[in-house]
């Protein structure tokens, strides 16, 4: 059974494309290029998967906002 999963792509400071699925604790990953960073989330999903189960919280993604505040 195939199971889809929102995952929130960033960039750092450093030119690192940086990973994560909030449904599911602790998976995250980084990479220098799009297309490695792509295969590298797969990987940390299936492992996440592997340890944790079922047990994960299925979230609807509702969008992206962006925030300023002073700092």
Known sequence: ??????????KDSEGYFVASVPALKGCH???????????????????CLEVQGDLFE???FVG????????
């Open 1 to 10: 059974m195939m199971k889809q999963f929102d995952v929130v792509i960033e």
């Open 29 to 47: 990953t980084q990479a220098k290029s799009l297309d490695v960073l792509m295969e590298r989330i797969r990987e940390a999903i299936e492992l």
């Open 58 to 60: 299925p979230l609807d």
């Open 64 to 71: 992206v906002q962006r925030i300023s505040v002073a700092a």
